[in-house]
Structure formats: C-alpha cells, structure tokens
C-alpha cells in the first residue's frame, strides 16, 4: 500500500476545500481561467473552483485519488481528472491561464534537479501573463530544528497528526492515522525546498515578480511561519 493509498477514504474529510485557500487563488484569476491542480488530492479544492465557474484539470498521480476526482468530475462539466505526475507536464496538450501546487506537494520530489524541471514545464505550460501558486511547508523553520509540527487534525470520525524529523538531507514526514479505534503510521522522506533556493530557480527558469507569503491571507514571509507560499508570474 503506498503511502497516501491509505489515506484515500478519509481525504475528504481530512482536507475539505479551504476558504481561504480559494479565495488566495482565486484572487490570482478571472472567473472562467483554465486552470491546472498538480497533485490534486481527491480534487477538492479543483472541485470548489470548478463549481466557482473554473475550467479546471486536476493531476494526480495516485490511482485512488484520481478515481475519486473522476466521479466528482460526472458532477461538474468544468472539472476534468488526469493522471499525469508534476514530472509529466510536457505531456498534457493544453495551456492554462493558471497552476497551481499546493499541500506541500513540491517537496515530493527527489532533488532541486527535479524541482527545477517541473518549475521549468509549469513555466512552458502557462499562457501569457499566466501565475504559478505554491504552498509547501516553511522548510527554512523545520531545518531551524525548531520542532516543528502542525496541530492534530480531529473530528468525529478520524484523528490525523503529522510530524517532521530532520535526517541527513531530507525531512522525514510520519502521519499517523487513527480511524475505527485503530492507528496506523506512515513515513516518507521529502525533499526540503526552501525560500531562498526556490526564488532563484523560478527566476531562471523564466518567471518574474515573485510574491512571497506566509498564509493565504497574503502575510508577508517569515523565516519562522509555518508556510511558505509563492506567487510567480510569467
């Protein structure tokens, strides 16, 4: 079972579309944009937009969750589901007014080589004026050793804490599920993309005026927030 396999049934619940997630992106793009979610989850937060008046493709690569973008898809014309992977953009024929990556999905990757190459693609993939959005955990504050962790998700029907632990060059991230009385733990090791290395690679690969915040409110950056989320324009 792969790692985000296990977390299929309760994605929604987990990660339901965030108000202020949609209202940062949307605030990047007209009503009617064709836009492109890489690594879309269960394809919330491309569902909400979709139903905003968005033409919407949401990517993702693991089968479960692309199953599950699929039959939200039949309900929302504007909503279409793909299995490409952020490494696979060259293969999708269309171009978009928008991209956007959110859920610390980057750091997925193995390297900046791969980083580089996916900004690289997104940056061939926009039409003129198009916007590239990123959100991904502030990497500068767990490398700061600072123990950092996020607050454990609870509802009525499911527990999910996350944690992350800094070994060699890599962040390993444990989640522990406990659902039905039953806990289950999981761990992956991300790569952990900075501020200051992400800046410069989206400026060499062709964008220009970077926007750089802390939370989808727009708060400037800081080296000590719990995210780092960039706007960079082509």
Do not use: W
């Not at 953009?89 to 980083?115: F, P, S």
């Amino acid at each position: 079972m792969t790692f985000y396999h296990a977390l299929t049934p309760y994605y929604d619940v987990l990660f339901p579309a965030n108000e202020k997630q949609l209202r940062y992106i949307s605030s990047y793009y007209a009503e009617g944009s064709s836009l492109l979610d890489m690594g879309a989850g269960t394809g919330n937060i491309a569902y909400a937009l979709a139903e905003a008046g968005y033409n919407v493709t949401a990517a993702e690569p693991e089968a479960a969750m692309c199953d599950r973008i699929r039959a939200k898809a039949e309900q929302c014309g504007r909503l279409t589901a793909v299995s490409t992977s952020m490494l696979e953009l060259d293969q999708l024929i269309e171009h978009y007014d928008g991209i956007y990556c959110v859920g610390n999905t980057l750091a997925h990757l193995q390297d900046r080589k791969e980083i580089r190459q996916f900004l690289q693609e997104a940056h061939g993939k926009l039409r003129a004026h198009g916007t590239l959005l990123i959100q991904v955990v502030n990497y500068d504050n767990v490398l700061a050793g600072s123990n950092f962790m996020f607050p454990v998700i609870r509802n009525e029907h499911v527990t999910f804490a996350r944690s992350y632990e800094l070994v060699n060059d890599r962040v390993l991230f444990t989640t522990t599920l406990t659902a039905n009385g039953q806990a289950e733990s999981s761990s992956i090791p991300l790569f952990p993309v900075t501020y200051i290395q992400l800046v410069p690679m989206l400026e060499q690969c062709g964008f220009c005026h970077i926007e750089a915040y802390s939370n989808f409110e727009k708060a400037p950056y800081a080296s000590d927030a719990s995210a780092l989320i960039l706007a960079a324009h082509r």
